[in-house]
């Protein structure tokens, strides 16, 4: 055996909470959980719904960078006491927010409360690079995972078969596709949003209703603020302190560290998976640089694409 290597009987899964099949992570009450299933939204409320680590923060801060003209949230502040996850503190603390209300979910659309006359922004990333980011995650809050041994062999088959928090992340994506072309919806990626930065603003900020073209000032505030470079700092904003030796919340901001934890033969597995439960979707055009890469890496060719957004 390697040294350091270790010998595992059976393979190490990340701890949940379970809602029947639906997992949740440790530590977010039942109660709240059960509650925002039951939350009917107000007209006006406005929804960043994701699933787990495609860009929610980054939008959320967006979000709330436009509503507070272009003043970034304190670094004594939590971003989620201005925008909630609805699914961890429940329907009543969203309730009890001063509308126009912003309110984060991670439940896929048919488990998300809905109303027509609520507004959704709704962000995707490539399953590579989420399925990384969720790894880095769930090793990083052993009070929701008890998971920080695991090693990434461990957590991709996990990703794979969709046992994780929030349900499977193909399942969650064909969900709230079917809402891409409606009116009271925005979708956009996280690799768009890397690629153009100020063209997500702007039509984060449409959808809002804030005209951000005609004010230079606050788009440029919102920008600077929004960068990953500023988003690195002061991450108590964000989340919740993570055991030293952990990366920070806001970790790589990348697209293509999936090179950096995939072997061949995980990669071959989730390009299936992709080319089965995306055919019928834009991003396979979307992405298709993304998975051109991943066949190339298959056959032992150099990467040709570069990691977007490289800081
Ligand atoms: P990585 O782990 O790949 O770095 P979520 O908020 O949905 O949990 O998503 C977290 C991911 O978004 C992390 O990805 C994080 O680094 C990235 N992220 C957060 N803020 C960002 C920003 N301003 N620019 C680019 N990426 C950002």
């Not at 997992?23 to 509650?35: D, E, L």
């Not at 860009?55 to 272009?70: N, S």
């Not at 991003?283 to 694409?305: I, K, M, P």
Request: charged share 20%; net charge negative.
């Amino acid at each position: 055996m390697l040294p350091g290597a270790r010998l595992r009987l059976m393979a190490l899964k990340p701890s949940y909470t379970w809602h029947d099949t639906f997992a949740m992570p440790m530590g977010f009450p039942p109660s709240a959980f059960k509650s925002a299933l039951e939350y009917e939204p107000a007209p006006g409320d406005f929804f960043i719904a994701t699933y787990p680590k495609c860009g929610t923060t980054w939008a959320q801060h967006i979000v709330y960078l436009i509503a507070h003209r272009g003043v970034p949230v304190p670094a004594t502040a939590s971003l989620g006491a201005t925008i909630p996850h609805i699914e961890e503190v429940g329907a009543q603390a969203a309730r009890d927010l001063v509308p126009p209300r912003t309110i984060k979910t991670h439940l896929p659309f048919a488990m998300a409360p809905y109303s027509e006359h609520a507004r959704y922004l709704h962000i995707t990333r490539n399953p590579f690079d989420c399925a990384v980011s969720f790894y880095h995650h769930t090793r990083g809050f052993p009070q929701h995972y008890n998971f920080t041994d695991g090693t990434f062999e461990e957590y991709f088959e996990c990703f794979l078969a969709g046992e994780v928090d929030f349900g499977d992340y193909f399942d969650h994506l064909a969900s709230w596709y079917t809402l891409e072309n409606a009116a009271n919806c925005l979708f956009l990626t996280y690799e768009g949003m890397s690629t153009d930065p100020k063209a997500a603003v702007l039509a984060i900020g449409e959808f809002m209703g804030a005209d951000l073209i005609n004010d230079e000032a606050v788009l440029t505030a919102v920008l600077k603020h929004s960068s990953f470079a500023s988003m690195s700092k002061d991450q108590q904003r964000w989340a919740s302190q993570r055991p030293d030796g952990m990366p920070a919340f806001v970790r790589k901001g990348r697209t293509g560290d999936w090179r950096n934890h995939f072997s061949p033969e995980q990669a071959a597995r989730l390009l299936e998976k992709c080319e089965r439960r995306l055919s019928s979707t834009k991003y396979v055009e979307q992405w298709s640089q993304l998975f051109d890469d991943v066949r190339r890496f298959l056959r032992g060719d150099g990467a040709t694409t570069r990691g977007t957004n490289e800081h």
